[in-house]
């Protein structure tokens, strides 16, 4: 076993390190690895290939995923393209949309919080002369549906909100946001890679046209993914991204990875069979980690809406202490201080700046990330760890030790080197 990853276990009989970041990615479930096992070895055929039962034996188990796929969302198996992974789907449907529907118009609408999938992806269809409006959202993470029916003009192809953030855990009322699309004739894609197995998601009754999703995020592997591409009312049409063989129904040719798609398959499975019951025990656990760190600390806070917000999310900030610092202290529990796509650079998460939050609270945001696996002494060692650590960190922290001298900071002068005047 890798020194890195290598597990102890603690006085409490917790084996460490503990994993607690669930929204970056979450651990191959067991039952996903036995189903995928066959066609990593003796099941070994090209979907693709027509002419012996090595393909169609592939070509039934790719069948079968997807029709798993479409029944957690409420779709159908002929609406599911099967991908590299979710930012592959955000690019397709984007791309696909902007490409396929040019000559109706040219304006995109999103928002600022959305994964880089996305906003990448629309910053680049701004440079080939696309008009793109980044919409802002409210304290609580939430995009105000006003300002999305008063960004959609005659020129606008498509509104693009995902369904769950992955920083803050917030919900969009994506259904509404859909509703006031088909009202006015425009598609509506959501990135639900964050939600799709977590909270009940129905593309029909959700007015959703396209939606992506990713295996790795429900326990499923990495490197697969789907779009789900709405075939009536309105059928929506794609231009590809990626030519050659016109597979999946000319959407996203090549050769199908059958193992992963399997393990998608099984995954979406598993997921809907337990939905609600898994996110009740999930938010129980996420409850109880909150609850035992407002009680343990003070100036903390908890960034976007507790009340829309998946179940296993909790970000908070712990001001006064620095986050970098407070994750080296806790090196034996595995969390972000951010998007784990983006947590490489030194600057502010730029979703809790769009929340408001200043630099110095953003920088000390923790994203704690609960899932399937996460045990409620998990949550326990993780809140005293935690606990422990800030409070060893605050008492070096002299800004601290000023507000709690009743010192507002909010009125002190600083002159350029960081010290006060």
Known sequence: MDEDNEQKIDAAGVKLPIYMDNQATTPLDPRVLEAMMPWLT????????????????????VDAAREQVAHLIGATAKEIVFTSGATESDNLAIKGIAEMYRERGHHI???????????????????????????????????????????????????SIMAANNEIGVLQPIREIGQICHERGVLFHTDAVQAVGKVPFHVIDDFVDLASISAHKIYGPKGVGALYVRRRNPRVQLAAEIDGGGHERGMRSGTLNVPGIVGLGKACELAGENLLQEASRTQCLRDRLKAKLEA??????????????????????????????????????????????TSATLEPSYVLKALGLGDEVAHSSIRFGLGRFTTEAEVDYVAAKTIQVVRRLRELSPLYEMVKDGVDLSRMEWDKAGTRD
């Open 42 to 61: 003796t099941k070994f055929g090209n979907a693709a290939s027509r002419n012996h039962s090595f393909g169609w034996e592939a070509e039934r188990a």
């Open 109 to 159: 609408v999103t928002q600022a919080t959305e994964h880089k999938a996305v906003l990448d992806t629309c910053k680049r269809l701004e440079r080939r002369g696309c008009r793109v409006t980044f919409l802002p959202v409210k304290a609580d993470g939430i995009v105000d549906l006003d300002d999305v029916r008063r960004a959609i003009d005659d020129k606008t192809i498509l509104v």
């Open 296 to 341: 343990g600390l003070d100036y903390v806070q908890v960034n976007g809406s507790m009340e829309h917000r998946l179940s296993g999310n909790l970000n908070m900030s712990f001001l006064y202490v620095e986050g970098e610092s407070l994750l080296m202290g806790i090196d034996d529990v595995a969390v972000s201080s951010g998007s784990a796509c």
